[in-house]
């Protein structure tokens, strides 16, 4: 075995592929930015590099410096996880060039694959189904529009430098074609640093499916069966589960050769994932399913196939990469039970998912069997807006599919999350949804069924409220003061001094809180229970509802309260309300100015700028682009008006909560 790895990545890959490493006996080493020096995988590995400033543009993409890392430490080879370098050519050749053996496919297959259009052409020719559509070399308008028109609409414009979801656009119209052709090219630019797209029929009913393959130095290339990942929101993944509902095992042997196939056409090595459509119309059917893309390295969604086959693929990415044979041929190979995995995000999805940051007050996962969490944070981190989101994968094992998603629902339910929003309840949902636990889905699924999945602007939530001010009071006793209260005394919390508390009566008192950036008057009351001689007890009355101290607070599950450094979050069912002291002086940015002002949503880049100051717009008109994280968000005008102000440059990097467009509206 390899002596020593380097992990060229972080967070959740980097402690999973550690993990084995160690397991194996290997000599762990981390290369990490400024603002993860703190961070798990930092501590975990058994040695650990600077590498630079927290944009990954100056860190972990700079290939020079993780090399250099590598020659310091000694590393016998560098696994690149995914993302990041992983799929870059010019790593795997540059770790050749300094001697250090690259964990991945060599340096050509990458390239071959590289390209969305290169690939489909050189699987087609391999034999492989590819989505039927043009990629070729031609990129103007008109052209690719007509060729639009013959594929017939809805098409799906791509960027064949693209991963992650983006520049990609369906479009459903020849009307549409052009700014989806522009928005396309300028995302593709911006993150591939190539505007090239290719444009390909947009399946109907669609359903990812996507075939595991593994190949080692000597010819031996066998599949690990498939993954469904169905379930996405913007082209992206949000779960997976293994072996995908409804697949015969026909179908699996026809996918499962067309998959070998297409690593073969490359001369694959190592870990890869081929990615079909299948359209899902009429069931899945033999005939019925196209190449998409292939992924040169681990997946994300990798846990779910080591889950049903019992082998551990980092593990086999070492000894691949050491020049072992594959332990297996593909008769070995059987599928043992149903896995399901669901990404944890800190987004909102109350906002349209928008990626939320932060310092994660609690984090915590429940322990039980046939349950696997991968992460990369703990409580106290800070979800930073440099890097991918993700706060931890939650895999659960079954012996069926319904017994996999039911524990992965309890799973999620029984996960402990605050600080940044996150996506936890909404995944719950999900795992329950009839629809889906009866297999009926496609890539759609999530879009048609926001509002039933929660994700939809939701009313606050009054009993957290209530729950929150009551925290908020018992964290204002001190313990001593506290017992002397419910025995009998009088209360003595900082807010009391003003009335006359009186003996057996009850003293009312408002008590303005920030409730997620709103004021919210609560009403306390201090009340006697058991008359004169009882014990005292407090109230709060507000949004239609009453809730005690001694009662529905004591009551309650203290893992519910999680104190910060501004009040208190209380959970339920996975919501988060912010409940902390009112402060009159604390400016409220979110609202000076009313309905006005267009704001960035989050830490991000302006990309475009549609309107000039004098111009006049009106409500719902598109003001301009923020791409932030993965995404383009567009900022639409809040009402008629004239434009009064522009507060920033188009390539500007915006703060989250930044005035970027001030309109002079009407009333
Ligand atoms: P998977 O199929 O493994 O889920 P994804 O396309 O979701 O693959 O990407 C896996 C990870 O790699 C994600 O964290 C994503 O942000 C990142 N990623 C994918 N493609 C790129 C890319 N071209 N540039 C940077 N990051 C990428
Ligand atoms: P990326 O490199 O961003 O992962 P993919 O080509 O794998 O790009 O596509 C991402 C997702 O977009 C797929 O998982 C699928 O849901 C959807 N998609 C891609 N191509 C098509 C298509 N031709 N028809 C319908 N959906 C598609
Ligand atoms: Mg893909």
Redesign the pocket.
């Known amino acids: 075995m390899l002596e020593s790895v380097l992990i060229a990545n972080r967070g959740e890959i980097a402690c999973r592929i550690i993990r084995t490493a160690k397991r194996l006996g290997m000599r762990t080493i981390a290369v990490h930015s400024e603002a993860d020096a703190g961070a798990l995988f930092v501590q975990m590995a058994d040695e650990a590099h600077l590498i630079g400033p927290a944009p990954a543009r100056e860190s972990y993409l700079r290939i020079d410096r993780i090399i250099e890392a590598a020659r310091r430490s000694g590393a016998a080879c560098i696994h690149p996880g995914y993302g990041f370098l992983s799929e870059r050519a010019e790593f795997a050749e540059a770790c050749a060039a300094a001697g250090i053996v690259f964990v991945g496919p060599p340096a050509s297959a990458i390239g071959a694959m590289g390209l969305?259009d290169a690939a489909k052409a050189l699987v087609q020719q391999a034999g492989v189904p590819v989505?039927p559509?043009y990629h070729g070399e031609r990129q103007d308008p008109d052209f690719l529009r007509q060729k639009a028109d013959e594929i017939g609409y809805p098409v799906?414009i791509?960027a064949v430098a693209?991963?992650?979801?983006?520049?990609?656009k369906?479009v459903e119209s020849a009307a549409e074609f052009g700014a989806a052709l522009e928005s396309a090219q300028r995302e593709a630019a911006g993150a591939f640093g190539d505007p090239r797209v290719l444009v390909?029929?947009?399946?109907?009913s669609?359903r990812?499916i996507e075939i595991q393959v593994f190949a080692d130095a000597h010819g031996n290339v066998v599949h690990l069966f498939e993954r469904d990942?169905?379930l996405?929101r913007r082209?992206?993944?949000v779960i997976e589960e293994a072996p995908a509902p409804g697949m015969t095992p026909e179908m699996r042997a026809v996918m499962g050769r067309a998959a070998v196939e297409a690593a073969r056409a490359v001369g694959y090595v190592g870990a890869g994932t081929v990615?079909f459509?299948a359209d899902g119309r009429e069931g899945l059917r033999p005939d019925r399913f196209?190449f998409?893309?292939m992924?040169t390295r681990l997946q994300v969604e990798h846990p779910v196939t080591e889950a049903i086959t019992g082998l551990d693929l980092v593990e086999l990415q070492f000894r691949v990469a050491s020049g072992e044979r594959l332990p297996f041929t593909q008769g070995d190979l059987a599928i043992r039970g149903h896995a399901v995995e669901a990404r944890l995000y800190a987004e909102d999805p109350e906002r349209e998912f928008l990626p939320s940051t932060g310092k994660l007050w609690t984090l915590a996962f429940p322990e039980s069997e046939g349950v696997r969490i991968d992460t990369g944070v703990e409580a106290g981190d800070e979800v930073t807006p440099f890097y991918d989101p993700m706060i931890a994968k939650v895999i659960a094992h079954g012996p069926t599919r319904e017994e996999a998603l039911e524990k992965l629902a309890q799973a999620l339910g029984e996960t402990l999350v605050a600080g940044p929003k996150t996506n936890v309840a909404f995944l719950k949902k999900l795992c329950e949804a009839p629809e889906f636990r009866a297999g009926r889905f496609d890539?759609g699924f999530i879009d048609r069924n926001l509002d039933a999945l929660g994700a939809v602007a939701q009313t606050i939530d009054a009993e957290a409220v209530r729950l929150g001010v009551l925290k908020l009071v018992d964290m204002e006793f001190d313990a001593q003061s506290y017992r002397a209260f419910a025995e009998g005394g009088a209360p003595s919390s900082p807010w009391d001094e003003c009335d006359g508390f009186q003996l057996g009566g009850a003293r009312r008192q408002n008590f303005p809180v920030d409730v997620d950036g709103e004021r919210i008057d609560a009403v306390l009351e201090w009340t006697r229970v058991g008359g004169a001689q009882g014990n005292s007890d407090v109230t709060v009355t507000w949004g239609g509802g009453t809730s005690s101290l001694l009662g529905d607070y004591m009551e309650a599950d203290m893992r519910r309260f999680v104190q910060t450094d501004q009040g208190v979050i209380v959970l339920s069912e996975g919501r988060q309300t912010r409940v902390s002291p009112y402060d009159p002086f604390d400016v409220d940015l979110e609202h000076l100015n009313g309905g006005n002002v267009v704001k960035a949503p989050m830490h991000g880049k302006l990309v475009a700028l549609f309107v000039k100051p004098g111009e006049r717009v009106e409500k719902g008109q598109r003001l301009a682009v923020v791409e932030a994280m993965k995404m383009e968000h567009a900022l639409v005008a809040p009402a008629d008006g004239e434009v009064e102000e522009i507060a920033a440059e188009p390539g500007a990097q915006v703060a989250e909560g930044a005035r970027l467009i001030v309109l002079r509206t009407e009333g």
């Open positions: 969305k989505v559509g799906l791509k693209g991963g992650g979801g983006k520049g990609m369906r390909e029929k947009y399946v109907l669609p990812h990942c169905s996405q082209h992206q993944k990615e459509i196209y998409m893309e992924n890539t």
